[in-house]
């Protein structure tokens, strides 16, 4: 013991008697509620016919005309709760982490003596989560236990969210119209091959930590396994309000009917795991608890479309857990339109996603920073909605089950593939978006589940223009601009004896491009300055790359714009 924890001793004395004093004229003490049965879940997926806990869904023909879904307004509450809702941490509760595992039973007496209940215990983590008396506020009971040996650390159980709704996002932003993908989300990142399709993910097993999912959907009844509730510690994962569901579909969807959805993955298996409750709230202690039952019951993917601005080192820690028992965890970077991503998306080790619209444009809500890796479909995507309907979802919520379902379909397709091999895979065959190379906005790109399915290929030629963009961004009459382009190397072997071709106004130029590894991006950049006065037609803008062998992907080789003569009006 340090001089200075001797010389707090009798301060700490002092507030154990004047706590004891006061929990002596309480009426009654609080207990903690029984803890749940183990959880041991089966290490491969059972069998899609065993049935679920739920009645069998009605046919879908005999389903009402499908509605959008309406986001309920958020409800009233007393006015003595609004100074503790503006916390960013759960009031009332503390987080203690054990010096000493075996230390668990004679801590659990200590909290008893003062009036604390231990409600959880994740002992993966060495943590337990604890209810603090009623009027014990946080900051008082972290000094309060501040001085037990048994406890190393407190931590406060920081609140977690769903993504901002972005549902009423107007469709014109900033004089861009952003484009929705509806059905093709699919066809955006490149995940076209029939046969390839309807074998997506098999043998995977995805998790979805979210607020539950409707398991009698016609398009995922066959998909969903049993799963567990951490919101009311129950095996009921319904989902209660439309989220969880929605991702759902992103990922499993099997296209029952002509009108059904299909997913990424739709052979993979999903785990659900209710996290967050009827309102899109939760905190990290039941999150954490989600990752590590998830990697327990042997989840490879782990989609956690849900975040808290708030670090935390318990998820942290439940991401490091996770990746030692081979699960990778991809998360959404947040829907604020800032450079200030969600966690446990900034964690170095998790697959952080943004959000791009249906013509790969980044959408103007995605979260963007260093931690950003890639970027998928997030602009009213059509999927499925709790009660057998269908409904558009927009955010990086939509866009994360995207590269979940991507990564379970690279993991099924390479049985032997880790993770993270996995992981590397995708990311270094997105297709590059914005400035060559990786950018804070889209990562290192948009993902091409095509590309990333042949990158085994014994040979492929493809090289691709992949961006046009001015800087600065708008073209004004008179006003200098510069004019990029972006090729990238999309084949599996170098690229050379290319020539680019770029015309701007008329006139044309042929530039000799250098030799480009395997996904090696190069810019070409021409400035210009437009005419000061309305011109008599349209001005053409474009660049084509032509290679000087056969290129598998023809119709990637170029990119052009028309300014059409109403910019000089």
Not at 362 to 382: K, L, T, W, Y
Request: charged content about 25%; proline content about 7%; aromatic content about 4%.
């Amino acid at each position: 013991m340090t001089a200075a924890r001797k010389a707090a001793m009798p301060a700490l004395l002092l507030v154990a008697i004047a706590l004891l004093v006061w929990l002596g004229i309480r009426a009654h003490r609080r207990t903690a509620p029984p803890e749940p049965a183990a959880h041991t879940g089966i290490a491969q997926p059972p069998e899609p016919e065993q049935p679920h806990a739920h009645d069998v869904p009605q046919p879908r023909d005999a389903v009402q005309p499908r509605a959008p879904h309406v986001a309920e307004a958020p409800r009233d509450v007393p006015a003595a709760q609004a100074a503790t809702q503006d916390l960013p941490y759960v009031e009332g509760e503390l987080i203690l982490r054990l010096a000493d595992r075996a230390m668990l039973a004679r801590l659990e007496e200590l909290l008893s003596r003062r009036g604390i209940a231990v409600l959880r215990r994740l002992p993966q983590l060495g943590i337990v989560r604890v209810k603090l008396p009623e009027g014990m506020t946080v900051p008082e009971a972290e000094e309060a236990l501040g001085g037990i040996g048994e406890i190393s650390e407190t931590i406060r159980n920081v609140k977690t969210e769903l993504p901002r709704d972005v549902s009423e996002l107007p469709l014109l932003d900033e004089h861009r119209r952003l484009t929705l993908v509806n059905d093709g989300g699919r066809q955006l990142i490149h995940d076209t091959d029939p046969l390839a399709h309807s074998s997506a993910g098999k043998n995977v097993m995805v998790a979805l930590l979210d607020t539950g999912v409707d398991d009698r959907h016609p398009d995922l009844v066959n998909r969903v396994l049993r799963g567990y509730n951490f919101v009311d510690d129950s095996t009921v994962t319904m989902d209660d309000h439309f989220h969880g569901t929605a991702c759902a579909g992103i990922i499993v969807g099997e296209l029952r009917s002509s009108d059904g959805v299909s997913g990424v993955a739709p052979a993979a298996y999903l785990l659900p795991v209710k996290v967050m409750d009827a309102e899109g709230r939760g905190n990290a202690f039941a999150v954490a608890e989600g990752i590590v039952y998830a990697a327990d019951r042997g989840a490879k993917v782990i989609n956690l479309s849900i975040g808290t601005h708030g670090d935390s080192v318990m998820l942290s820690d439940a991401v490091d857990y996770a990746q030692r028992r081979g699960a990778v965890i991809v998360a959404s970077s947040g829907n604020d339109g800032r450079e200030d991503v969600y966690y446990p998306a900034a964690y170095p080790s998790v697959v952080c996603v943004g959000a791009v619209d249906g013509e790969g444009n980044i959408a103007p809500f995605s979260n963007f920073g260093d931690a950003v890796d890639v970027v998928a479909p997030g602009v009213a995507v059509r999927t499925t909605a709790p009660g057998m309907r269908d409904a558009l979802f927009s955010g990086t919520s939509a866009a994360t089950p995207f590269v979940a379902g991507a990564l379970a379909a690279i993991m099924g397709e390479n049985p032997n593939l880790s993770p993270a091999d996995a992981v590397k895979r995708l990311v270094e065959s997105a297709d590059n978006l914005g400035p060559a190379g990786w950018d804070p906005y889209s990562g290192a790109g948009l993902i091409n589940l095509k590309r990333a399915l042949r990158s085994d290929a014994k040979e492929l030629n493809d090289l691709a223009v992949t961006s046009l963009y001015f800087t600065p961004g708008d073209v004004s009459p008179g006003m200098p601009v510069r004019v990029n382009f972006v090729i990238q190397n999309q084949g599996n072997r170098t690229a050379s004896g290319a020539t680019f071709t770029v015309e701007i106004a008329g006139e044309r130029e042929d530039v000799r491009v250098k030799d480009l590894k395997r996904n090696e991006c190069l810019a070409i950049t021409r400035d210009w300055t437009p005419p000061a006065a309305m011109p008599e037609s349209e001005l053409r803008i474009r660049g084509i790359v032509r290679t000087s062998t056969a290129d598998d992907e023809l119709d990637d080789n170029g990119r052009g714009v028309i300014l059409q003569r109403s910019t000089w009006e």
